[in-house]
């Protein structure tokens, strides 16, 4: 969220949407992978839980810390669309690099 403090785009929302879009490719797949090197599960309940534990950790530390301080709520943080094209990338991404480490795995 520190993005959205430094203005390099007029508008900060889109510019912190954009970032953590981006920061979402490697996070998901270092965390999928530091996972299926000790365990074992299949890959669409693993995307099922990181989804899952982020919703919850947006639900209790990013919109009380950020959004609700910068005149936000919870609905408006929850109905916005990018908040779940976000989610559904996070999805797809642990669920593909999981099918591909664990297709690597039984090989």
Known sequence: MTS????ILENPERQA???LALSIVPSACLGTYLFYKKGQMKP??????FV??????DALIT???FI???????SSFFSDP??????VELYFI????????TKNKTS
């Open 68 to 74: 609700i301080p910068e005149d936000g709520s919870y």
């Open 4 to 7: 959205f403090y430094i203005n």
């Open 44 to 49: 669409s309940t693993l995307a099922l839980i």
């Open 17 to 19: 949407n954009i970032i």
């Open 82 to 87: 990018v908040f779940y094209a976000i989610v």
């Open 94 to 101: 642990v669920f593909y690099f999981g099918s591909h480490l």
């Open 52 to 57: 899952f534990t982020a919703v919850l950790l």
């Open 63 to 65: 919109v009380p810390v």
